[in-house]
Structures are given as C-alpha cells and as structure tokens.
C-alpha cells in the first residue's frame, strides 16, 4: 500500500513559469514533510520541508503548501529554471520511523 | 559531496551471486537507512540501524541482510542476486533515531545482475 501518493509522473514546464507537484497521505500520525531533489547519477537531496503546525513554508523560490483537513501537500517551484530539471520526492514521516516516499515527478523546465 | 559515503558506485555481477555494499554515514550521524530504487518505482525502504542496533524493518527480502558496526559504517549483503535485484541501492543517514529530520542521501551504488 503506497504511504504517500505523488502527482503527476511528469512534467514540463516553460523557463520562467511556475511548476507544481502534489502529494497525498493518509496517515494522520506523520509530522514531517519533506520534498527531496534528485538529478541523475546523484542521491536524492532535501529541498525544503514542512511540519503540520504550519500551512506554508518558503525557500526561495520553492514553496510548500500544507493542507492537514485534507491531508495533502504541494511543492510549488516559482520561476522555473531548465537547472531545476530533475525529479522531486515527496515523503511523510512520524517521529521515530522511516520516510514514506512517493513515486517521484521527472520535471523538465524548457528554455 | 553529502558527508555520506558509498562504495562501490557500480558493480556487475552474475545472478546467484553475494554482494556487499558499503556505507559511511556523516560525521556524528547515529542513524543508518538502506533504500533500494528500481527504473519504474520510488525509493523503497529496506531497513534502518540506529547506532548499531536495528531500528525497523521494510520491505526487505530475506537474501538480503544488514548491519552497522561499532564506528557506524554499515553493510547491506545481497545474496542468490536475481536479475530483479538490479537497482540503485542508496544509503541515507540522519543524526538520530527517529525521522524527524531529514536524511543525508549518499550518491547510491548502481548494482547490474546478469
């Protein structure tokens, strides 16, 4: 049973535009939200992430949104640029216990 | 470089074959976890140690088995390989038990069973 649902599989967005990737749990007991980063040939890296006392957190120019009624979170990647291509992890975790990842979005930002 | 350190980054071997897989987890990190990544699937969990002891188990075949030693370097032994066992194989490490924080990735060992 998958954990933590990740949409879409894929996306391409133009330089400059916004691209948002979503992500769904169903275990009220996780409280901690990370997004991960991976190019090719490397391991995944933390981008950013969120606890469940908050609705949104901002990096730059990534920005998670966190809705805990419908347990469901977002990153949002402002301005995006082609050196963002890569592909983006979505996880949930409860304090004490492995990440729950989801299943990856290949993003590819065009110029 | 992540502070996480894994070798070797690639290995080809036949199937029925035993394999290790070394891990260096950060300096002062006490939490070791092992994850297996397939072309068409996500970032499964295999098992966690935590300061030499471990902590929780996924979905980890019985062939394959781990352990993290006194200075913290952990090994993951893949044994009888099948052809469905190549993957990339990460190691990730974060300073305490718990997952409360986010992990340190190492750059994974690309393993090939033909």
């Known amino acids: 049973q998958q954990q933590v649902k990740q949409s879409p599989q894929s996306l391409i967005v133009q330089k400059g535009g916004i691209s948002i990737i979503n992500c769904a749990y169903e275990?009220?007991?996780?409280?901690?939200f990370p997004w991960y980063q991976q190019f090719p040939g490397k391991g995944p890296a933390l981008l950013i992430a969120?606890?469940?006392?908050?609705s949104e957190k901002k990096e730059g120019r990534f920005t998670i949104s966190f809705n805990k009624s419908a347990k469901q979170f977002s990153l949002h990647i402002m301005d995006s640029q082609p050196g963002d291509s890569a592909t983006y992890f979505c996880a949930a975790s409860r304090t004490g216990n492995q990440f729950y990842f989801g299943t990856g979005t290949s993003l590819t930002v065009i110029p | 470089d992540s502070g996480v350190t894994q070798t070797p980054k690639h290995l080809i071997t036949a199937t029925g074959q035993r394999v290790t897989l070394r891990c260096s987890p950060r300096s002062g990190d006490l939490s070791v976890y092992w994850y297996q990544q397939s072309l068409d699937q996500g970032l499964q969990f295999l098992i966690q140690y935590y300061n030499g002891e471990e902590r929780a188990k996924g979905n980890i075949l019985e062939r394959f088995s781990a352990q993290q030693f006194p200075d913290l370097h952990s090994e993951l032994n893949l044994s009888s390989l099948e052809l469905g066992d190549s993957a990339l194989y990460f190691c990730a490490s974060s300073p305490h038990g718990g997952s409360g924080y986010g992990y340190t990735f190492g750059s994974g060992t690309r393993l090939t069973v033909v």
């Open positions: 275990n009220t007991a996780f409280d901690y």
């Open positions: 969120i606890r469940p006392d908050v």
